[in-house]
């Protein structure tokens, strides 16, 4: 089988592309690589976050994650995610030698913040 590289880039439908552009840049930290009418594309480490304002589907079976270096960074998203009135689904908690968070972006996708212990 051959081996996939890292993931390059992910696309999602937002309802309004101004306030997932204030969510993902001010609250998550990433940056506009280039914009096209209905459409932003925002750099998040070596993979591209693609935002398509159209109605989301299956938001609720949808959630993307970031895994972390240590566990005390999964409660310092928690804290800033607080901080900015982002709704927290559930955590932070202990999970199998690790410690997880789910919150929800402005159309209800599940953003997973997590640690993940090595030899997990």
Sequence with gaps: ?????DLNHL???VRELERS?????EILGMNVRAEEEG???LRCGDAD???IQREPIQVESIHFGFRMEQPAEV???ADHFRQHGVTIARGP???DGGRTL???DPDGYTLEIYYEAPGS
């Design 21 to 25: 552009r204030r969510f993902y840049c």
């Design 102 to 104: 789910f919150a929800r």
């Design 11 to 13: 696309n999602l439908n």
């Design 1 to 5: 089988m051959p081996t996939l590289p």
């Design 93 to 95: 908690f202990d999970r």
């Design 39 to 41: 459409m932003l594309f």
């Design 75 to 77: 409660d310092a998203w």
């Design 49 to 51: 976050l693609s935002l």
